[in-house]
């Protein structure tokens, strides 16, 4: 009787299924590396010069740059080159101190008294073509835009002193962002801005001059992607 139940034990021990292993949760899936990633918004500040004879003639010449922009890429072409599209808004703002008031006493120089300020309120789209390689990204643009510029100043020689205008433009662009973070890249930028039109300001003393001319801005930016 004991060896039977012996048996019957030893074969229901061996009909009850094995326990169940559980089974291991799938990893995290991994960060896309930065430099594929298709969105890219950028803060920018840069150091404008603005170009030509007449910039030098009515200056000042030299202000800065500040501004943001969007790039995406549209389509891959190869392993590594795609072309996409930059979207981006900058405002660039040049201004002088001058002294108008007649000296007090014979040799003393008046302090300033006056500003003489120049600003440029740029839109415009580029196509781009971009190269990806980590850790950095180059890229290249060309495009289409408008911008709005406006001069003002109170020296009574170059009264009526004020001039604003709407100008289309075109703009070339080159870049390079290098990544310092999972998503975030410190780049350079350059951009060469050539407004299609040219008013001019024409003084109480019949001096004419064209302020808004082509403009070059070079400076760096802080690029998230997405």
């Not at 170009?51 to 922009?69: C, E, H, I, N, R």
């Not at 969007?70 to 002088?96: K, M, N, P, S, W």
């Not at 410190?186 to 039109?197: E, M």
Request: hydrophobic share 45%; aromatic share 8%.
């Amino acid at each position: 009787m004991s060896l039977a139940a012996a048996f019957l034990s030893t074969w229901i021990a061996q009909a009850e299924p094995a326990p169940v292993e559980p089974v291991p949760e799938p990893a995290p899936a991994a960060d896309p590396l930065p430099a594929t990633r298709r969105n890219s918004m950028t803060l920018a500040a840069r150091l404008a010069q603005r170009l030509g004879t007449d910039a030098k003639a009515l200056g000042p010449v030299t202000g800065f740059s500040l501004g943001v922009s969007y790039q995406r890429r549209t389509l891959l072409i190869a392993e590594h080159l795609g072309l996409g599209v930059d979207v981006d808004f900058f405002y660039d703002h040049f201004a002088q101190d001058f002294q108008t008031a007649q000296p007090i006493e014979p040799g003393i120089a008046s302090p300033p008294d006056a500003q003489r300020t120049l600003s440029q309120t740029s839109f415009s789209a580029l196509q781009t073509l971009s190269f990806d390689s980590e850790p950095a990204v180059v890229w290249l643009g060309a495009g289409l835009g408008v911008t709005v510029a406006s001069f003002a100043t109170l020296e009574p020689a170059l009264q009526p002193g004020s001039l604003t205008a709407l100008q289309p433009l075109s703009r070339v662009a080159a870049g390079v962002d290098v990544t310092v973070a999972p998503r975030v890249a410190v780049g350079l930028r350059a951009d060469f801005t050539h407004p299609f039109t040219s008013p001019t300001l024409t003084t109480t003393r019949n001096e004419t001059y064209r302020p808004f001319g082509n403009l070059f801005d070079v400076g760096l930016g802080l690029t998230y992607r997405f």
